[in-house]
């Protein structure tokens, strides 16, 4: 049984339409990333998920049981926000002991929880002191000991690291999905961030102004997105994107018009067909500096050494920005030109609608 169903959901604020039917299964034990740009409506959605948020219509079932009408307390959820949201005067135990004392729980109780929560948090130590003396990982971690005590079915992250910096992020990435592992618990995590989604999560969720573009795994997304969207989402750097024309097609192989970068000869079974205009899609991180299967000359304007890999960007003549991503540090410079190859086999296609046709 699914720990969590959304069906049909919806909200509006006035006549802003933000979330536009959305369905959903999230089962017991995943942890499942909604990943989008801002203004997609993750937040909301986890917000009306957490009982924040009045849902217009549909309905959210988290065990079996509708709970549209609960409060959030109701809910069995517990929320972690971006802002730590501590108590600055209580000690770190009472941080996390707070909700607790809310519920009016026996101090035994309480001291069981909050010692259980601090063990797999590594605070045991930092119980007796206020959230001033911890660096920001550690109030972040005292947030979501504050959540694991009210042991929820569910709980819900709002872009939690955030506020972090970038190597205190990834550590925290680390921790999160230790801890995940540990409890064994629902996890429900929002962000940005198309990184964080693709190393953390079991389940990817990619919304597009109100509506799920896609459902999957991190390398289903990656290796088959279905639409552009997801296409230029998911990986970093971006998806390359160069427009032609299909020439001729006979369902085994297809020939497409690049303009001035030549012709490709695409032979995998698809959906394209004579005179459809469509996107060609390819990862930078499977270019090849050198001759391959197909071949484009590119003069690169812009080359970062990066140690562990060289990203170069150019301009293609029909005006596509061009990224490519070599391994090592590669001789590459600024201004003259080089060819860059690649494997007609992981070549992207996508329609004039911006779905995949293979």
Do not use: W
Not at 156 to 170: G, H, V
């Amino acid at each position: 049984m699914s720990q969590l169903s959304l069906k049909r959901v919806e909200k509006s604020f006035n006549e802003a339409h933000i979330i536009k039917g959305i369905d959903l299964e999230v089962s017991e034990g995943e942890f499942v990333v909604f990943v989008g740009p801002s203004g997609c409506g993750k937040s909301t959605l986890l917000r009306m998920i957490a009982g924040l948020e009045e849902v217009s219509s549909g309905e959210i079932v988290i065990g079996g049981r509708t709970v549209n009408d609960l409060p959030p307390v109701q809910r069995g959820i517990a929320m972690v926000f971006q802002s730590y949201a501590l108590y600055p005067h209580m000690s770190v135990y009472e941080n996390i002991a707070f909700p607790l004392r809310v519920e009016r729980l026996p101090q035994a109780e309480v001291d069981k929880r909050v010692g259980a929560a601090a063990r797999v948090l590594q605070l045991e130590s930092r119980l007796q002191q206020r959230p001033g003396t911890l660096s920001g990982g550690q109030r972040q971690r005292v947030a979501i000991g504050r959540a694991i005590v009210r042991q929820p079915k569910i709980f819900l992250f709002d872009e939690p690291l955030s506020n972090l910096d970038a190597a205190l992020r990834s550590e925290m990435r680390i921790e999160l999905m230790e801890l995940h592992k540990r409890l064994g618990s629902t996890m429900i995590y929002v962000t940005h961030d198309q990184v964080e989604a693709m190393t953390m999560a079991d389940k990817i969720v990619v919304l597009d102004a109100g509506t799920i573009s896609q459902v999957g795994s991190p390398l289903q997304l990656y290796h088959k997105p279905d639409n552009l969207f997801v296409a230029g989402f998911i990986g970093s750097p971006k998806m390359n994107f160069i427009n032609g024309t299909v020439t001729s097609a006979d369902g085994t192989t297809a020939t497409i018009d690049l303009g001035a970068l030549g012709t490709m000869n695409l032979p995998r079974q698809s959906r394209a067909v004579a005179g459809q205009s469509v996107t060609v899609g390819i990862r930078p991180e499977h270019l090849r500096l050198g001759q391959g299967e197909f071949t484009l000359a590119v003069t690169p304007k812009i080359v970062e050494h990066l140690g562990i890999h060289t990203v170069t960007y150019a301009d293609l003549p029909g005006g596509e920005n061009f990224v490519g991503l070599f391994e090592g540090d590669p001789e590459v410079p600024e201004g003259r030109p080089l060819q860059v190859g690649f494997s007609l086999g992981q070549v992207h296609l996508f329609d004039s609608a911006g779905l995949a046709v293979y």
